[in-house]
């Protein structure tokens, strides 16, 4: 049962947290407390809903406990160097490569809206003075824009959206084994 809904639990509790620890800690008190109140599951919905609320009201409670205090990787972040690293600078120009490509893929109209008001930075009314349109207009178009754009990220990326996140194999069976360990020693208390 644990690894049927390790993936979104995991997932979900990541998306909140955005720290690998917390979340198996949280992924762990959600089990624990969904077995310790199996009671109070009526069925309403569905099992695997119902184990999802758990971990994301833990999560937040996580996430609203740790704001209290200044978070030592926003510090991190500030002491940084401006200056990107090898990596960094490749997975940008990666990333820009498929944004351009999508861009381009985008009908001109669309486009030059697109880029005079996302990329430039213009206003509405100063993209409509410059392609002569009315404001409106651009409106529109940015809009359309930006929905066609999102389809052709979403092609470019395929697969790889389903695949953020994993959360199996070794962890998996971690986490479980932690779990049971721990429900068990509840049990013999």
Not at 12 to 18: D, E, N, W
Not at 85 to 90: C, F, Q, V
Request: glycine share 4%.
């Amino acid at each position: 049962l644990m690894r049927r809904h390790n993936q979104r639990l995991y997932r979900v509790a990541r998306s909140i947290l955005r720290d690998e620890a917390e979340v198996e800690d949280v992924l762990q008190e959600a089990y624990v407390s969904a077995f310790t109140h199996l009671d109070q599951f009526l069925g309403r919905a569905r099992f695997s809903t119902w184990l999802t609320r758990i971990a994301v009201h833990e999560a937040l409670h996580r996430s609203k406990r740790k704001r209290r205090f200044t978070d030592l990787e926003d510090v991190g972040d500030i002491l940084e160097s401006p200056d990107a690293g090898p990596e960094k600078r490749a997975f940008h120009g990666e990333l820009r490569q498929i944004l351009e490509a999508s861009i381009d893929r985008v009908p001109e109209g669309y486009r030059t809206v697109f880029v005079l008001r996302e990329v430039e930075g213009l206003s509405t009314a100063e993209t409509a003075a410059c392609l002569s349109i009315r404001e409106e207009t651009v409106k529109t178009r940015l809009h359309r824009a930006r929905q066609q754009l999102r389809r052709q990220i979403d092609q470019a990326l395929g697969k790889a959206v389903k695949e953020a996140f994993t959360f199996g194999f070794e962890r998996c069976d971690r986490l479980v084994t932690t779990v049971l360990r721990r429900l068990a020693s509840s049990e013999a208390r």
